[in-house]
């Protein structure tokens, strides 16, 4: 397959997967889009960001003293969050987006090396938390804690044993 439609797929799943997450927002969240250029806490931000980054630097410690790859894959997504805190609190929209990016490709690269099925936990996570309604009494309405009655927990324990399936 050439490169052109491997990145035109990969691109149309990714925007498959953005909707997805939108129609939850609309539906369920009910929050409005914020511009990065609207945040406020720098300081509650910044905060987040070195003790995330400081926990990471642990983590890379412990990758270095043992070979295991848990601790390289924990760093590089703790180091790639506190960029994006740190992208929120300087408000620039193009900090963010490169965050966002890396932070993404770090978490699939996870997927890859742990070989878990992340696009059909995905899915399935998608599924359960369009089961789920907003509560109420949240002050602000970003949160949804609120399972209800037809809340439908995801049932990841049935994606992993169908991705372990070996096809005759």
Do not use: W
């Amino acid at each position: 397959m050439e490169y052109d439609m491997i990145e035109r797929l990969a691109k149309d799943g990714i925007m498959q997967a953005i909707c997805m997450v939108n129609r939850f927002h609309e539906e369920v969240v009910g929050c409005k889009n914020q511009r990065v250029t609207e945040m406020q806490n720098v300081e509650g931000l910044m905060s987040h960001a070195m003790v995330i980054k400081a926990e990471a630097e642990k983590m890379l410690i412990q990758y270095k003293a043992t070979g295991e790859s848990a601790y390289l894959r924990g760093h590089l997504i703790g180091e790639e969050l506190s960029e994006l805190l740190e992208a929120f609190a300087s408000g620039d929209e193009t900090r963010v987006l490169d965050a966002l990016g890396d932070l993404l490709y770090v978490i699939l690269g996870t997927a890859v090396s742990t070989e878990l099925p992340l696009a059909a936990a995905f899915i399935e996570i998608h599924k359960s938390n369009m089961t789920k309604r907003r509560q109420a009494s949240d002050p602000d309405g970003a949160r949804v804690r609120v399972k209800g009655e037809g809340y439908q927990p995801p049932d990841l324990e049935r994606v992993l044993d169908e991705s372990r399936i070996i096809p005759f």
